[in-house]
């Protein structure tokens, strides 16, 4: 059983960064991928960031040159670092993980929400 725990929301003024942590544990196969999306009132959920377990890395258009993706793979854990935060970046964050072995396997967070005040 997989279990993912997300960390690290909560309410800021725009401009201003937060950091959130996604720690996964259980049977983990150790090629996998690992995502942030995330979900506003009334819109769909949405790709923010993604990172391979190799470190490569790919961002919505919206938060390139904002947002930061990384991972600590000893400790299963994928970071978001969320700088210059803007009123629209208000969502729940989802944390992700996938692998194929032999299908797809997907996991979700729980959610955390992120506030950005103007």
């Known amino acids: 059983q997989v279990h993912l725990v997300e960390s690290g929301g909560g309410l800021v003024q725009a401009g201003g960064s937060l950091r959130l942590s996604c720690a996964a544990s259980?049977?983990?196969?150790?090629?996998?991928?690992m995502r942030w999306y995330r979900q506003a009132p009334g819109k769909q959920r949405e790709l923010v960031a993604g990172?391979?377990?190799?470190?490569?890395?790919d961002y919505a258009d919206s938060v390139k040159g904002r947002f930061t993706i990384s991972r600590d793979n000893a400790k299963n854990t994928v970071y978001l670092q969320m700088n210059r935060l803007k009123s629209e970046d208000t969502a729940v964050y989802y944390c992700?993980?996938?692998?194929?072995?032999?299908?797809?396997?997907?996991?979700w967070g729980q959610g955390t929400q992120v506030t950005v005040s103007s």
């Open positions: 992700y993980l996938s692998w194929v072995d032999p299908g797809l396997q997907v996991y």
């Open positions: 259980g049977s983990i196969f150790s090629r996998n991928n």
């Open positions: 990172i391979t377990s190799s470190g490569t890395t």
